[in-house]
C-alpha cells in the first residue's frame, strides 16, 4: 500500500490503536509500573484484535466503540476530502505511465492506458468509501464526501498542471460522471438529488451540463 492510499483507510488502524489505549490504561495501569506501555508495544493487527473482541463481549464496551467509530467516520469535511482527492491526483508521477507502458507478457499498453489504470487506482479508494457510508446507513455523510469527491476532481481538471492529464484529459470528467450515476442509483431522493446537482452548478460550474441528466 503507497503512502497516499494508507491515508485513505476507511477505518485507520489509529483508531482501533487509540480506543484500546483508553481501555487498557483504565483496567491496568494500577496493576505495575510498565503496564501503561504496553500500547506503545503492540502491533497495529493486535490493537484491532483487541478492539474486535472487545465488542464481541458485548454490553456499554461494545456501544462505546461503535459509538466512537461513528464519531470517527464523521470527522471530516467537505473540503479537506477535496485537497485530498486532488493532491492524490496531483502528485501523481508522470514516470509511472512510462514503467507501466510497452510491452507486457500479456500485450502492449499504451501511455494512455496505463494514466486510465493508475487515475483509476487513486481514485477507487474515495469511491469505495463513499459507498461504505451509504452501507452503514450514513446518508448525510455518504452525500457530503461524495461531493468533496467531485470537488477535488473538478479542482484537479480545472487547476492541475499534472503532466498526466496530458495522457487523460477526459477522464476527470467521465470518473465524476460515474461517481454521481452511482450515487444517484443509491439516492433517489429528489430533494437529495436536487441538493447534490445544486452544488454541482456552485462548485462545479463547468459540469452543469451533464450534471443534472
Request: hydrophobic share 40%.
Amino acid at each position: 500500500m503507497t503512502p497516499r492510499n494508507a491515508r485513505r483507510c476507511f477505518v485507520s488502524v489509529a483508531f482501533p490503536c487509540f480506543y484500546a489505549a483508553q481501555i487498557v490504561q483504565g483496567k491496568s495501569c494500577s496493576k505495575g509500573t510498565g503496564m501503561s506501555d504496553v500500547i506503545g508495544k503492540i502491533t497495529s493487527e493486535q490493537a484491532l484484535l483487541i478492539v474486535e473482541r472487545l465488542c464481541r463481549k458485548g454490553g456499554d464496551i461494545r456501544d462505546a466503540i461503535i459509538a466512537e467509530a461513528m464519531s470517527l467516520l464523521s470527522e471530516f469535511s467537505l473540503d479537506g476530502t477535496a485537497d485530498e482527492v486532488f493532491d492524490a491526483l496531483d502528485l501523481i508521477d508522470i514516470q509511472d505511465c512510462w514503467d507501466q507502458a510497452g510491452n507486457h507478457r500479456d500485450g502492449y499498453t499504451s501511455p494512455e492506458e496505463a494514466a486510465v489504470d493508475i487515475i483509476e487506482e487513486e481514485l477507487q479508494p474515495f469511491f469505495d468509501q463513499v459507498e461504505r457510508y451509504h452501507d452503514l446507513g450514513m446518508i448525510e455523510e455518504e452525500a457530503t464526501y461524495c461531493k468533496g469527491v467531485l470537488l477535488g476532481i473538478y479542482r484537479f481538471e480545472q487547476e492541475s498542471g499534472a503532466e498526466i492529464k496530458n495522457l487523460a484529459e477526459d477522464l476527470p470528467a467521465e470518473y465524476a460522471g460515474t461517481l454521481l450515476d452511482d450515487w444517484r442509483k443509491r439516492n433517489p431522493d429528489k430533494a437529495a438529488v436536487a441538493a447534490m446537482e445544486a452544488f454541482v452548478r456552485e462548485r462545479c460550474p463547468k459540469w452543469e451540463g451533464w450534471a443534472g441528466e
